[in-house]
Nanobody, 123 residues
Framework: VQLVESGGGLVQPGGSLRLSCAASIRTFSRYAMGWFRQAPGKEREFVAAIAWSGGMTYYGDPVKGRFTISRDNTKNTVYLQMNSLKPEDTAVYYC?????????????????WGQGTQVTVSS
């Protein structure tokens, strides 16, 4: 199983980025998918998650109303649209897959992780 994130980069405050995560999981549509982030010196933080069907989405408080998670099960890909970015959003963003999570916001509920993509918000 491989998860590959893309779309990170440098953006000015108030700008937008869209992250993608391509999954080489044969049964991708049966997995919940999540995004987490980790800034230097801080613990990994829950950003967003989406149920296997795409019918339910969950967000961490710092990103509610600004970020949107979505998935395309025909492409084995999950997305994170990030708008109104702030300097405090700067972190490495990780994609993760969970077969049957009971708590979407908890890292150890996830079975597979990507290598991460850097997002830097700075003027």
């Amino acid at each position: 199983v491989q998860l590959v994130e893309s779309g990170g980069g440098l953006v000015q405050p108030g700008g937008s980025l869209r992250l993608s995560c391509a999954a080489s999981i044969r049964t991708f549509s049966r997995y919940a998918m999540g995004w987490f982030r980790q800034a230097p010196g801080k613990e990994r933080e829950f950003v967003a998650a989406i149920a296997w069907s795409g019918g339910m989405t969950y967000y961490g408080d710092p990103v509610k109303g600004r970020f949107t998670i979505s998935r395309d099960n025909t492409k084995n890909t999950v997305y994170l649209q990030m708008n109104s970015l702030k300097p405090e959003d700067t972190a490495v963003y990780y994609c993760a897959a969970a077969r049957d999570p009971s708590r979407y916001g908890v890292p150890h509920e996830y079975d597979y992780w990507g290598q991460g993509t850097q997002v830097t918000v700075s003027s």
